[in-house]
């Protein structure tokens, strides 16, 4: 069992930057590949980036390659989205997922899910 707690967000003005940090809580979680979505409102949830249990590989969606870095800390059961370059368009609530591979995590079938943060970009 993993239980996910998100933290880092808020409001920001465009351009600026935010760190995501998700708490994970269970042993197996160092076994686990980990994700971010987002669900902006009116809108479904969608992949933002995703990262293996080793930390040796990533993937991202297209519209926050380059501005975005997923990352993790087996060590301290942390995962962390650094976002920098925020647009507007960035407004959403993120989640934090787990899943037993990056591609189940990119594909939405995350075992466990966090309860999300808000973030929000003004102009």
């Known amino acids: 069992q993993v239980r996910l707690v998100e933290s880092g967000g808020g409001l920001v003005q465009a351009g600026g930057s935010l760190r995501l940090s998700c708490e994970a809580s269970g042993s197996i979680f160092r076994t686990y590949a980990m994700g971010w979505f987002r669900q902006a409102p009116g809108k479904e949830r969608v992949f933002v980036a995703s990262i293996n249990w080793s930390g040796s590989s990533t993937s991202y969606q297209d519209s926050v390659k380059g501005r975005f870095t997923i990352s993790r800390d087996n060590a301290k059961n942390m995962v962390y989205l650094q976002m920098n370059s925020l647009k507007p368009e960035d407004t959403a609530v993120y989640y934090c997922?787990?899943?037993?591979?990056?591609?189940?995590?990119?594909?939405?079938?995350?075992?466990?899910w966090g309860p999300g943060t808000q973030v929000t970009v003004s102009s």
């Open positions: 997922a787990a899943g037993r591979s990056s591609a189940l995590v990119a594909g939405g079938a995350s075992d466990y």
